[in-house]
């Protein structure tokens, strides 16, 4: 039985990899603290006048947690008729309430809400008055909630008008902004990512949260890094606000923390005197010795903990969780390309929409599983992934960190450049994401537009890195579609430059590819690395595994714009382009193929992007994964081509209708021959592989038993895989899989369930396609899972296999207690799932732990 990487082996237990966010207990004198406010929310999706007054009756509204999306029941799907008459997913107003109570001990001390964002706009109230307004649907969003909030036994309540409407406009200038498209940001309606709360004093460094509180917060950066000798210098820059109604003079101070708790490096900041109300930086620079390098195979991150204190007392202290590398972008064939802390870096990996959505859920799912999908890419070997459009979530950032992924982020944007008052809005949306991310060290470049900006635009976007980001070693681009005029008159101006050569997959062929790769600019090339952001725009279904296998006999490509290949043929074609820009990676010493120095495969996982909702394809079937995240046979292959070691992988399965004869396709790298076994007897041994990495065993036979691969190199065995004939379908198998503190009952959280026919041995059934029907009881929330194939398949209490496989998804509920999921599959024995909701400490609306981490396990301060 071929094993399946599912999400299993990848959870991991979350440290915090947030900026400004507590990881470790600050010394005790310090005011800061940080609440969870993702739990206890009331919800409605509706627009219902009076809910802004803190005396509006609110009982009958649902509980929810966030993040949460209203879209979660109606996206990937096609048939959904809500009030008005409208197809679709629902596009309006809902309303959010939360009820909360702050500790006596926060009287005369500064509170903040922050948002990691929302979709699309919203307006604030507190306590009845309106505080805030937030438009954009792509950055974090910040409040300063002291002058309107009460203190110990009296309640507060914050109502969030949110509207997703794409054709919501700038209240200030009835603009619509540009990257508001169902089609290249799918539109997940809702407060969809985390929520805190924060208690600072009243002298307190800021928050990197420009919109709503217009603050930087902490930067911190290397200064005169060097590699070789393990050592580099640490700058920090601090923004602080005395708001203590008195002057101060306050002095500024560094600790350096490793992974284990360990400090590294202390130093001294500047001092200075603050009069009441006044904002300023305040700067230190330190040594780090026998510092680790953040680098994608060994992605080292430190905490820089910078403190405030007045008169020898601390007042505050602040943890910034970042990573030091030394990078260099270089043009020039054979030499250029991307440097990181010293080395040439090939970066390899995916393309995929920054709203990371998931069948089911859409864009709102706890951060345990954003955790578990980086570590998937990371274990097909990607180290690079591009966002497209909008900037990326700040939760996949701190993924990104945390297991060595190069990303390119880009801020707000759709297909072309934009004049006037859209043009100010993504530049301030960019400004917005650069003070956000400067101190995440996975984001090597920024992306000032999908397609070619103007001289002067590019120059403003460069411009504005400088200003916000100057110390840290990225560079700013664009992603251009052709080598045309437009894209030569940025050539001197723009430092990176980020490429599409797509073709439609129904009559690329190989000789023209490569002239066009042979011809691509090399003056762009000789100045500044060439990436490619997003190839292999073709579609193919997990569950459809070739022309051989059972029911999919006689595949045929869908309509245009739907499905290309089967899970076969699209590997085929993965290894086709990627063995295309392999061949003329800009480390090729021969300066006709020294071009490329990055490679994006559009699409890490199914979605539903690409305005597809409304049309009879559903949604996008580029991925490499499906949208539950099961792993399609090109996963593999990717894992097999960007594997630095020896690899191989036997595409497909081993259990075929009797009589079958077909090509078996090995996919190996790092060898020089591959030979095939049937049942232990050699087939032969093929030398010259096809796309660098396929070897085709053609009119092989299939007989019940073993199918063996087995990659030499000298004549040493350096890879194997063997498969094995699955017998008649015998029983369901359950899987379950949660955070590592379990499912928690906190309204938001989620447990997956895979569910497998197998057969007597416990071998997955390969070709199983048939119904499987579930009961749920106790405190849970239904999502199900997703039939790509299937219109309107998911949310419901059915789901089919798909190559044996598929997965499900519930929610928890506010309430602890046994969650108890029975499948039920005709012909084999019911199984039964039993899980418990962890019951969540929620004091007056607060959880004293940041989000995605576990529980708090006391109560909090009164």
């Known amino acids: 039985m071929k094993v399946i990487l599912t999400v299993a082996a990848l959870m991991l237990s979350l440290g915090c990899a947030c900026q400004a966010r507590t990881i470790s207990p600050a010394p005790s004198a310090s005011s800061r603290a940080e609440y969870n406010f993702n739990p206890g929310w009331k919800f409605i999706r509706a627009d219902v006048p009076g809910a802004d007054k803190p005396s509006f009756d609110d009982s009958s509204w649902t509980d929810v947690g966030t993040p949460h999306t209203w879209n979660d029941v109606d996206s990937y799907r096609k048939l959904i008729n809500h009030s008005g008459g409208d197809v679709g997913i629902y596009q309006g107003i809902g309303w959010y309430r939360k009820h909360f109570r702050l500790p006596d001990s926060a009287h005369g001390k500064k509170v903040f809400l922050i948002l990691d964002g929302l979709r699309q706009a919203a307006t604030f109230y507190v306590n009845g008055t309106r505080v805030g307004l937030y438009e954009n649907g792509v950055t974090r969003y910040g409040l300063d909630l002291t002058p309107y909030v009460n203190f110990g036994a009296i309640d507060n309540v914050l109502a969030v008008r949110v509207d997703n409407r794409t054709t919501y406009r700038e209240a200030s200038s009835g603009v619509v902004f540009q990257w508001e498209s169902k089609a290249f940001n799918p539109d997940f309606g809702g407060i969809n990512r985390d929520v805190s709360l924060w208690i600072t004093g009243p002298i307190y460094q800021t928050f990197p949260v420009y919109d709503g509180l217009r603050t930087t917060g902490v930067y911190v950066y290397p200064e005169n890094i060097d590699p070789a000798r393990h050592r580099t210098g640490v700058g920090v820059e601090s923004q602080v606000r005395n708001d203590s109604g008195a002057p101060a003079i306050i002095t500024l101070s560094v600790a350096v923390i490793d992974a284990s708790g360990i400090v590294q490096a202390r130093f001294d900041g500047q001092s200075a005197h603050f009069s009441a109300g006044q904002t300023r930086t305040l700067s230190a620079s330190g040594t780090l010795e026998h510092a680790r390098f953040w680098d994608v195979d060994d992605p ?27 990078t260099s972008f270089r043009g020039g064939a054979g030499t250029g390309g991307v440097y990181l802390n010293g080395r040439f870096l090939w970066l390899t990996g995916y393309a995929q929409r920054s709203v990371d959505d998931w069948a089911g859920l859409g864009q709102a799912y706890p951060d345990w599983m954003h955790e ?7 274990a097909s070997h990607a180290n690079y992934i591009r966002w497209m459009h909008t900037a990326p979530q700040a939760v996949d950032v701190h993924a990104c960190d945390r297991f060595g992924i190069v990303e390119v982020c880009p801020a707000g944007d759709k297909e072309h450049d934009v004049q006037g008052r859209q043009w100010q809005q993504r530049v301030e949306v960019m400004r917005d994401t650069i003070i956000a991310y400067r101190n995440n060290p996975s984001i090597l470049f920024w992306e000032a537009g999908n397609q070619v900006i103007s001289p002067d635009h590019m120059r403003e976007m460069v411009n504005l890195r400088k200003t916000w980001d100057p110390h840290g070693a990225r560079v700013m681009g664009v992603r251009h579609g052709d080598d045309n005029a437009a894209a030569a008159a940025i050539t001197d101006i723009a430092e990176y430059y980020g490429v599409m050569i797509g073709q439609d997959p129904r009559t690329d062929s190989l000789p023209n590819r490569s002239a066009i790769f042979r011809g691509y600019s090399a003056e762009r090339r000789d100045r500044a690395p060439l990436i490619e952001c997003e190839d292999l725009r073709d579609e193919a279904f997990r569950g459809i595994w070739d022309n051989y296998s059972p029911p999919h006999f006689g595949f045929q490509q869908g309509p245009k714009d739907t499905y290309d290949w089967t899970s076969e043929s699209f590997c085929l074609q993965a290894a086709r382009r990627y063995h295309d820009y392999m061949i003329n990676r800009i480390d090729n010493p021969a300066p006709a193929h020294s071009k490329w120095s990055a490679y994006a495969s559009i699409y890490w996982s199914d979605s539903d992007a690409d305005g597809r909702q409304q049309s009879s394809a559903v949604l996008r079937v580029s991925g490499k994964v499906d949208a539950v995240r099961l792993p399609k046979e090109a996963f593999y292959v990717y894992r097999v081509m960007q594997n630095p070691a020896p690899d191989l992988h036997i595409i497909g399965h081993w259990t075929y209708p009797s009589g079958t004869v077909k090509t078996v396709y090995v996919a190996a790298n790092h060898c020089d021959a591959v030979e095939l076994f049937v049942n232990g007897n050699p087939l032969g041994t093929v030398t010259r592989p096809e796309y660098g990495c396929i070897y085709a065993f053609p009119k092989v036979a299939f007989e019940p038993g073993t199918l063996s691969a087995v990659a030499t190199l000298n004549g040493r065995v350096v890879a194997r895989e063997r498969l094995e004939t699955a017998g008649p379908p015998a029983a369901l198998r359950l899987t379950l ?4 503190g ?13 569910f497998e026919v197998v057969d007597a041995q416990g071998r ?30 998911t949310n419901n209490l059915y789901l089919d296999t798909e190559c044996g496989i598929n997965r499900v998804a519930v929610r928890s509920t506010l309430k602890p207690g046994l969650i108890t999921i029975t499948p039920a599959r005709k012909g084999l024995p019911h199984a039964t799932l039993e899980l418990q909701a962890r019951p969540v400490l929620i004091d007056h609306g607060l959880e004293l732990m940041p989000p995605g981490e576990p529980p708090a396990p006391a109560p909090l301060p009164n």
Request: aromatic share 4%; charged share 25%.
């Open 764 to 793: 997955r059934c390969p070709t199983d396609e048939s119904r499987v029907d579930f009961a749920v009881t106790g405190p849970a929330i239904w999502r199900g899972g997703l039939n790509a194939a299937i219109p309107d398949s």
């Open 742 to 754: 379990g499912l928690q009952a906190d309204g938001s959280d989620v447990a997956l369930v895979d």
């Open 300 to 326: 080292t991150l430190y905490t820089v903990r910078t403190s405030l204190s007045v008169d020898g007392r601390v007042v505050d202290t602040c943890d910034t969780r970042t990573g030091f590398r030394e």
């Open 737 to 740: 899989h949660t955070g590592p």
């Open 372 to 378: 578990a999908n980086a570590e998937l890419i990371r």
